[in-house]
């Protein structure tokens, strides 16, 4: 009777072991999924911003590209005006001004206005 009660105890512990082992896969393939769609959302997420720089990118350049062109295009006009300035004497420029001002009356009287306006409010607040 020993046996019989030895086997069936033999038994029970091969059926909890492999009860055991069944929950331990489980918990392995859970986890392995787990991690799977963790890697996965990892991976979109990457994607994902990956896109958003290059999206932003793109703008950026441009918008950096337009401004060294301006500037550029300043410190042109800036060598220019140094070059008037060194190459003409006071005289020749007060004959240029004097022309500017009788080719374009209009646009000189505009100037003359703001000029002005800006004066008298640098002016008063001082």
């Not at 022309?99 to 505009?110: E, N, Q, S, V």
Request: hydrophobic fraction near 40%; aromatic fraction near 4%; charged fraction near 20%.
């Amino acid at each position: 009777m020993t046996n019989h009660n030895h086997g069936s105890t033999s038994d029970t512990i091969k059926d909890t072991l492999h009860s055991i082992g069944d929950a331990a896969t489980r918990v392995s393939d859970r986890v392995s999924d787990t991690t799977s769609d963790m890697g996965k959302k990892a991976s979109a997420f990457g994607q994902s911003a990956v896109s958003a720089i290059d999206a932003t990118r793109a703008p950026l350049a441009n918008g950096i590209k337009s401004a060294a062109s301006t500037l550029h295009s300043g410190a042109d006009s800036l060598e220019d005006t140094a070059k008037y300035l060194r190459k003409n004497k006071l005289s020749d420029m007060l004959g240029d001004v004097g022309g500017a001002l009788k080719a374009y009356p209009t646009a000189a009287l505009i100037g003359a206005v703001v000029i002005g306006f800006a004066a008298g409010r640098i002016l008063r607040r001082g």
